[in-house]
Protein backbone atom coordinates (compact mmCIF):
# COMPACT_ATOMS: atom_id res chain seq x y z
CA UNK A 1 0.00 0.00 0.00
CA UNK A 2 0.86 3.64 -1.07
CA UNK A 3 -0.48 6.57 0.19
CA UNK A 4 0.58 9.92 -1.62
CA UNK A 5 0.40 13.57 -0.07
CA UNK A 6 0.74 16.63 -2.53
CA UNK A 7 2.07 20.22 -1.74
CA UNK A 8 3.04 23.37 -3.14
CA UNK A 9 0.06 24.35 -5.28
CA UNK A 10 -0.84 27.62 -4.58
CA UNK A 11 -1.73 30.96 -6.96
CA UNK A 12 0.99 32.65 -9.34
CA UNK A 13 1.02 35.09 -12.28
CA UNK A 14 1.99 33.49 -15.27
CA UNK A 15 5.14 33.49 -16.11
CA UNK A 16 6.32 32.25 -12.42
CA UNK A 17 7.18 29.17 -11.01
CA UNK A 18 6.04 26.55 -8.25
CA UNK A 19 7.26 23.47 -7.60
CA UNK A 20 4.71 20.51 -6.52
CA UNK A 21 6.20 18.21 -3.63
CA UNK A 22 4.27 14.35 -3.45
CA UNK A 23 5.55 12.47 -0.38
CA UNK A 24 4.91 8.87 -0.63
CA UNK A 25 4.33 6.42 2.03
CA UNK A 26 5.41 2.43 2.36
CA UNK A 27 8.69 0.63 1.94
CA UNK A 28 8.75 0.23 -1.63
CA UNK A 29 8.76 3.73 -2.74
CA UNK A 30 12.24 3.27 -4.60
CA UNK A 31 10.64 0.56 -6.87
CA UNK A 32 7.42 2.73 -7.94
CA UNK A 33 7.40 4.33 -10.79
CA UNK A 34 5.85 8.02 -10.63
CA UNK A 35 3.76 10.09 -12.32
CA UNK A 36 1.90 13.50 -11.58
CA UNK A 37 -1.11 14.62 -13.94
CA UNK A 38 -3.45 17.21 -13.84
CA UNK A 39 -7.09 17.97 -14.60
CA UNK A 40 -8.99 21.29 -15.08
CA UNK A 41 -12.82 22.07 -14.85
CA UNK A 42 -14.81 19.91 -17.40
CA UNK A 43 -11.20 18.34 -18.61
CA UNK A 44 -10.69 14.91 -18.82
CA UNK A 45 -7.45 14.29 -16.52
CA UNK A 46 -4.50 14.39 -18.41
CA UNK A 47 -0.52 13.26 -18.40
CA UNK A 48 2.20 15.63 -17.46
CA UNK A 49 5.18 14.00 -16.65
CA UNK A 50 6.49 10.37 -15.02
CA UNK A 51 9.50 9.27 -13.91
CA UNK A 52 10.70 5.58 -13.58
CA UNK A 53 14.51 5.56 -14.12
CA UNK A 54 13.75 7.92 -17.06
CA UNK A 55 11.53 10.63 -17.58
CA UNK A 56 8.49 11.35 -19.54
CA UNK A 57 6.89 14.39 -20.62
CA UNK A 58 3.93 15.83 -22.28
CA UNK A 59 4.45 17.69 -24.91
CA UNK A 60 2.87 20.50 -23.04
CA UNK A 61 5.54 20.97 -20.78
CA UNK A 62 8.62 19.68 -22.10
CA UNK A 63 11.11 22.58 -21.38
CA UNK A 64 8.95 24.36 -18.94
CA UNK A 65 8.75 21.20 -16.21
CA UNK A 66 11.26 18.79 -14.50
CA UNK A 67 10.24 15.70 -12.62
CA UNK A 68 12.62 14.45 -10.16
CA UNK A 69 12.63 11.80 -7.30
CA UNK A 70 14.74 11.47 -4.16
CA UNK A 71 14.26 8.07 -3.03
CA UNK A 72 15.95 8.82 0.77
CA UNK A 73 12.99 11.47 1.25
CA UNK A 74 10.38 8.74 -0.47
CA UNK A 75 9.70 12.29 -2.36
CA UNK A 76 9.04 12.76 -5.99
CA UNK A 77 8.84 17.04 -7.27
CA UNK A 78 7.71 18.51 -10.14
CA UNK A 79 9.35 21.67 -10.87
CA UNK A 80 7.34 24.23 -13.15
CA UNK A 81 8.88 27.01 -14.70
CA UNK A 82 7.25 29.46 -17.26
CA UNK A 83 3.80 28.98 -16.02
CA UNK A 84 1.02 29.56 -18.09
CA UNK A 85 -3.00 30.46 -17.30
CA UNK A 86 -3.91 26.94 -19.56
CA UNK A 87 -1.62 24.90 -16.93
CA UNK A 88 -4.24 25.81 -14.34
CA UNK A 89 -5.90 22.81 -12.93
CA UNK A 90 -5.55 19.81 -9.99
CA UNK A 91 -2.85 18.46 -10.37
CA UNK A 92 -2.21 14.63 -8.90
CA UNK A 93 0.61 12.81 -8.15
CA UNK A 94 0.01 8.77 -8.96
CA UNK A 95 2.34 5.72 -8.31
CA UNK A 96 2.24 2.32 -9.88
CA UNK A 97 4.51 -0.74 -9.79
CA UNK A 98 7.45 -0.01 -12.30
CA UNK A 99 7.75 -3.76 -13.47
CA UNK A 100 4.53 -3.62 -14.42
CA UNK A 101 4.92 -0.32 -17.10
CA UNK A 102 6.07 -2.54 -20.13
CA UNK A 103 6.37 0.27 -22.60
CA UNK A 104 6.83 4.26 -22.49
CA UNK A 105 3.20 4.91 -23.60
CA UNK A 106 2.19 3.24 -20.24
CA UNK A 107 3.39 5.64 -18.18
CA UNK A 108 0.89 8.57 -19.98
CA UNK A 109 -1.98 6.27 -19.26
CA UNK A 110 -4.24 7.02 -15.58
CA UNK A 111 -5.25 3.18 -15.60
CA UNK A 112 -1.57 2.44 -15.60
CA UNK A 113 -1.42 3.80 -11.85
CA UNK A 114 -2.37 1.88 -8.49
CA UNK A 115 -2.30 4.60 -5.84
CA UNK A 116 -3.46 8.46 -6.11
CA UNK A 117 -2.98 11.69 -3.70
CA UNK A 118 -6.09 13.99 -3.86
CA UNK A 119 -4.56 16.52 -5.54
CA UNK A 120 -3.52 19.90 -5.22
CA UNK A 121 -4.30 23.37 -7.24
CA UNK A 122 -2.86 25.27 -9.15
CA UNK A 123 -3.75 28.76 -10.44
CA UNK A 124 -1.90 30.66 -12.96
CA UNK A 125 -3.35 34.58 -13.59
CA UNK A 126 -2.87 35.66 -16.59
Known amino acids: QVQLVESGGGLVQAGGSLRLSCAAS????????MGWFRQAPGKEREFVAA?????YYADSGKGRFTISKDNAKNTVYLQMNSLKPEDTAVYYC??????????????????????WGQGTQVTVSS
Open 26 to 33: GRTFSRQA
Open 94 to 115: AAGNQGSFMGSMQYSRPGSYDY
Open 51 to 55: ISGST
